[in-house]
């Protein structure tokens, strides 16, 4: 089987046309996608190897906008395919590091050579292809001075699913004697739904930079896990609800938060 294309486009025809003609080649092809937020489904779902991406879209958020996803976040390799001509919307396109553009009115599109510029693209990126997005992260049960002095045979590191992650912090912690206790250097903790918490040995900057989108950092202590299953809502504009427990958004992050928030919610 060759590699897996999604086609974000809000043309039902011209999907099908694509879709056809790239099966025939035998590539897997994903279903009807006419929106940024159902490509964000579909990328969650199942990494495509290429993205054909209309700019022209269903809903507020345009191609472009996941354009600047697809290669920031995503890392994955796009071609634009749309009937934009105009050099304004040509050079906003160059600013999301797309692999091609494509004119499809012009005067009609080529089916052969989007192929081949599919091929020449994925060839491109085959040797030096991005890795799977995790599923989670290890979380270790005690600082790791402590875990050296533990029993051989105790379980030290435990998988935690993002998805079940609420925030990721460096403020002090309740212990198990029930005491707030500070966090050692260099360290950080995490909480999940059911209320367990581990460590990691990192700092919230270089942690964030591996997290799936749906976490965003909020203030110079915490990171936060913005998904539908954990999110409550926003309080006043300045606050938002995890799980019923409150977090302050200092204003420095905050056009951050608003883009992310944006992007999930409208």
């Keep these: 089987m060759k590699e897996h294309i999604l086609i974000v486009e809000n043309e039902a025809i011209l999907y099908e046309r694509l879709r056809s003609k790239l099966t025939k080649e035998h590539y897997s092809v994903d279903v009807f996608t006419p929106s940024v937020k159902e490509a964000i489904a579909r990328i969650n779902s199942q990494r495509p190897d290429l993205v054909l991406l209309d700019i022209h879209l269903e809903g507020k958020q345009t191609g472009l906008d996941l354009g600047e996803l697809l290669s920031k976040n995503y890392h994955i390799p796009f071609i634009y395919v749309t009937q934009f001509d105009d050099d304004q919307t040509f050079y906003k396109g160059l600013g999301t590091n797309h692999e091609d553009y494509v004119v499809k009115t012009k005067p009609r599109l080529d089916i052969k050579e989007l192929i081949r510029k599919i091929q020449t693209v994925l060839n491109r990126h085959q040797n030096n292809k991005a890795p799977e997005p995790k599923e989670g992260i290890m979380g270790l049960v005690d600082y790791l001075v402590v875990i050296k002095e533990m029993d051989k045979s105790r ?112």
């Design 155 to 266: 379980v030290t590191k435990v998988p935690v699913k993002y998805e079940d992650i609420l925030f990721f912090t460096v403020k002090p912690f309740s212990n198990e004697d029930h005491k707030e206790e500070v966090l050692r250097a260099n360290y950080l903790w995490f909480k999940t739904r059911n209320k367990d918490y581990f460590f990691l040995k990192t700092s919230l900057r270089d942690l964030q930079k591996s997290l799936p989108y749906h976490f965003v950092r909020i203030n110079e202590s915490y990171i936060v896990n913005l998904a539908p299953e954990n999110f409550n809502g926003r309080i006043n504009g300045s606050r938002l609800s995890i799980q019923n427990q409150e977090f302050t958004i200092k204003s420095t992050y905050k056009e951050e938060v608003n883009k992310r928030l944006k992007h999930f919610y409208g």
